[in-house]
Structures are given as C-alpha cells and as structure tokens.
C-alpha cells in the first residue's frame, strides 16, 4: 500500500482496537487502566490519548479551548471528566486533526526505526501491527532500541504481525495480564487487512 492507503487502513484498525468502532468514543472521555488511578489521565479521541503520557493530548485540549485548570484536573483525574464532555465534543475537529497526525506520526516512526535498524518486515499486516503497538505504548528508539526493537532484531528474518503479538503477550505487563484484549487487537488488524486485499 501507498503511505495514503495505509493511514487510512490504519485508522480503521485503531477505531477498532480502541474504540470497538464506536465513533461516539472520540468526544468522551475513557479511563484507560479502569480505576482512575491518574497512571494515565483520561483519554480521548480515536487515537485515544492519554493524557498523563501522551504531550499532544494536552495540546489537543489547550488548542479545544480547556483552561490549565482543566487540563491538569483531567491529566490527574481529580476533576469530573464528564461534565467537560460538550466542551470536548465541540472541538471534534480540532481532535480529528491531532488523530491525523497520530496516526501519520506513529506510522513515519515505525518506518524510520525499521530503516535505521535494517529490521526487514513481511507486509504491511506487520508494519500496522507495528505501529499499533506504537499508537498504545510508543515504540522506544531513544538512544538505544527498546525491547521490541532488540526482538525483531533478534529474529533475523522479516517479521510478522504475529511476532508484534508475541512480544506482546510474553514480554509486556499489560500482554500477560490481558491476553485476550492482545489477542482481540490483532484479529481486528487481520479482519481488516483481510477485507482491504479482498
């Protein structure tokens, strides 16, 4: 696929990874750990950015128009999301393009670290499922390859989308504690790569 096609198959795989396709998810607010535990503020949008780790979440909401008070209440989650919800839902625009760039942004990095890795992937099923292990965790490359960057360089071969989900299930907390969310991740990816080549 061209970068254009991919962007867009992507998007369809992250409105079902995070959303379960429910477009109304965009402008609400969702607590990304369940308990509101303030680890990772609430989140918002497609790409549901979270607030506590994600910087551009934080801007997406100061561009909305949020006062600071606000976007510090929802990045700790001391204040009521809920009540600020019309306000979020009136800025879907201004969230649709901080998805865009999201999207383009976690895509463009997954490809750049490949590169410089020389890590060889098989298709583009492995490349999305690479960039949606970015879009939830951000695909470490600081000064040193993050794990999953020393796993695919390990393997030798070109990687596949199973691989992501591997790493995932064996080396991450969030894959040995919720196997089944992984697993429900990737066969949207497949079901909807699947569709796109038909």
């Known amino acids: 696929m061209n970068m254009a096609d991919l962007i867009k198959t992507f ?10 396709n429910d477009l109304a998810f ?36 100061r561009a909305i128009g949020f006062t600071p008070e606000e976007v510090a209440g929802l990045k700790a989650q001391s204040i009521d999301a809920h009540a600020l919800e019309p306000k979020l839902k009136a800025g879907a625009g201004i969230i649709e393009k901080f998805d865009a760039a999201q ?4 895509l463009v990095r ?5 590169s410089r890795h020389g890590i060889p992937v098989i298709d583009d099923t492995a490349l999305l499922a690479l960039a949606d292990y970015s879009n939830q965790y951000y695909l ?3 000064d040193k390859p993050g794990y999953l960057v ?27 504690s919720h ?12 079901k909807i790569m699947e569709t796109a080549a038909a």
């Open 11 to 20: 998007r369809k795989v992250i409105i079902a990874n995070e959303l379960d």
């Open 26 to 61: 965009v402008t609400k607010f969702s607590d990304p750990d369940g308990v509101r535990s303030g680890k990772s503020g609430w989140s918002f949008g497609a790409c549901q950015f979270d607030l506590q780790n994600n910087p551009a979440a934080a801007t997406c909401l």
């Open 103 to 106: 999207l383009t942004g976690c």
């Open 110 to 114: 997954c490809e750049a670290i490949l």
């Open 140 to 142: 470490s490359d600081i």
């Open 150 to 176: 020393h796993y695919l360089l390990g393997l030798k071969v070109p990687f596949t989308a199973r691989d992501v989900l591997y790493f995932k299930l064996n080396s991450t907390p969030y894959g040995k």
């Open 179 to 190: 196997p089944g969310d992984c697993k429900r991740r990737y066969n949207n990816l497949v």
